[in-house]
């Protein structure tokens, strides 16, 4: 689809600023310490050229907004919260864990379908050893597909929100459809149930969840900690603040009041217009 065209820069410029905002954000997304660079995209993955979620999960701005909203949704609810709380070291390495998501859907998105089902198994394997006891004695297992189909909802949700605010307004209804219906190969495979293959589904599935879901202060910490973190430079603070302020924005009420965030009445026109800014710079730098 056409996007709007980038800033109006002199051509002798252009090429060098591009390649200065793509490297920013590869190495934001890529360890390079771990030898880690983009995933190639391969004709033999799970999907496709002609997929949507090809031209969603290739988009910058729509995955950071929407991995953000995602997260906030899944720490609403205690087995998830749990999870993360008791097996994870998110407090001191947040950004870590943000990029093992962002290379996961990359990689079922993207690879070759053999790299696709590998790393799909080797996350159903780290969620076969997480479990515990949640604060009211109930037991969680992180494989359960219950759980597994919560997570699934609230990323593919968040991020066919995030894509539709600030690249394809538009879309059809039998392309987002046809999305979840694409992603429902990648719950499938991690083992949730169930699995929704439309929008209307999904978002019957996360209502059907909402009597389920709390906060208490490991929520509140967990959402400072995504909300807060420092970006990896001073000169990323502005466009860290905004995207988390789009994220924040992106969320349904019912959730932004669970987690006592404010309604952003005043200032959600800036906040939307400078994010679709960004993300109209960042495809420019990607074309």
Same mark, same amino acid.
């Given at each position: 689809?056409?996007?709007?065209?980038?800033?109006?820069?002199? $051509?002798?410029?252009?090429?060098?600023?591009?390649?200065?905002?793509?490297?920013?954000?590869?190495?934001?997304?890529?360890?390079k310490?771990?030898?880690?660079?983009p995933?190639?995209?391969?004709?033999?993955?799970?999907f496709?050229p #002609?997929?949507?979620?090809?031209?969603i999960?290739?988009?910058?701005?729509?995955?950071m907004?929407?991995?953000?909203?995602?997260?906030?949704?899944?720490?609403?609810?205690?087995?998830? !919260?749990?999870?993360?709380?008791?097996?994870?070291?998110?407090?001191?390495?947040?950004?870590? $864990?943000?990029? @093992?998501?962002?290379?996961?859907?990359a990689?079922?998105?993207?690879?070759?379908?053999?790299?696709?089902?590998?790393?799909?198994?080797r996350?159903?394997?780290?969620?076969?050893?997480?479990?515990?006891? !949640?604060?009211?004695?109930t037991?969680?297992?992180?494989?359960?597909?219950?759980?597994?189909?919560?997570?699934?909802?609230?990323?593919?949700?968040?991020?066919? #929100?995030?894509?539709? @605010?600030?690249?394809?307004?538009?879309?059809?209804?039998?392309?987002?459809? %046809?999305y979840?219906?694409?992603?429902?190969?990648?719950? /499938?495979?991690?083992?949730?149930?169930?699995?929704?293959?439309? @929008? /209307?589904?999904?978002?019957?599935?996360?209502?059907?969840?909402?009597?389920?879901?709390?906060?208490?202060?490991r929520?509140?910490?967990v959402?400072a900690?995504?909300?807060? $973190? @420092?970006?990896?430079?001073?000169? /990323?603070?502005?466009?860290?603040?905004?995207?988390?302020?789009? /994220?924040?924005?992106?969320?349904?009420?019912?959730? %932004?009041?669970?987690h006592n965030?404010?309604?952003?009445?005043?200032?959600?026109?800036?906040?939307?217009?400078?994010? $679709?800014?960004?993300?109209?710079?960042l495809?420019?730098?990607?074309?």
């Amino acid at each position: 689809m056409p996007y709007p065209n980038g800033p109006a820069i002199p $051509r002798s410029l252009a090429q060098p600023l591009k390649n200065a905002i793509t490297a920013r954000v590869v190495a934001v997304f890529n360890d390079k310490s771990r030898g880690e660079k983009p995933v190639p995209r391969q004709l033999d993955g799970l999907f496709g050229p #002609s997929a949507v979620a090809w031209r969603i999960h290739g988009d910058v701005t729509a995955m950071m907004v929407g991995g953000i909203a995602s997260l906030l949704l899944q720490m609403l609810h205690p087995a998830v !919260l749990a999870g993360v709380w008791d097996h994870s070291n998110f407090r001191t390495d947040m950004h870590g $864990r943000l990029r @093992r998501t962002a290379r996961f859907i990359a990689t079922t998105t993207y690879a070759g379908r053999g790299d696709a089902d590998s790393i799909i198994a080797r996350v159903r394997h780290i969620h076969a050893q997480v479990g515990g006891t !949640l604060p009211d004695g109930t037991q969680y297992h992180a494989n359960d597909p219950a759980l597994l189909a919560y997570v699934h909802v609230t990323e593919t949700l968040s991020f066919l #929100s995030s894509w539709m @605010r600030y690249a394809e307004p538009g879309m059809s209804l039998a392309d987002q459809d %046809r999305y979840f219906a694409e992603m429902a190969q990648i719950a /499938a495979g991690l083992g949730a149930a169930p699995i929704p293959t439309t @929008r /209307a589904a999904a978002r019957d599935l996360l209502q059907d969840m909402r009597p389920q879901l709390r906060t208490d202060a490991r929520t509140t910490e967990v959402a400072a900690l995504i909300l807060n $973190r @420092r970006a990896s430079t001073r000169l /990323a603070e502005p466009l860290q603040a905004l995207t988390m302020q789009a /994220a924040i924005d992106l969320l349904p009420p019912w959730a %932004r009041r669970m987690h006592n965030l404010p309604e952003a009445n005043f200032t959600k026109p800036l906040i939307r217009a400078g994010t $679709r800014g960004v993300a109209s710079t960042l495809r420019w730098a990607f074309a």
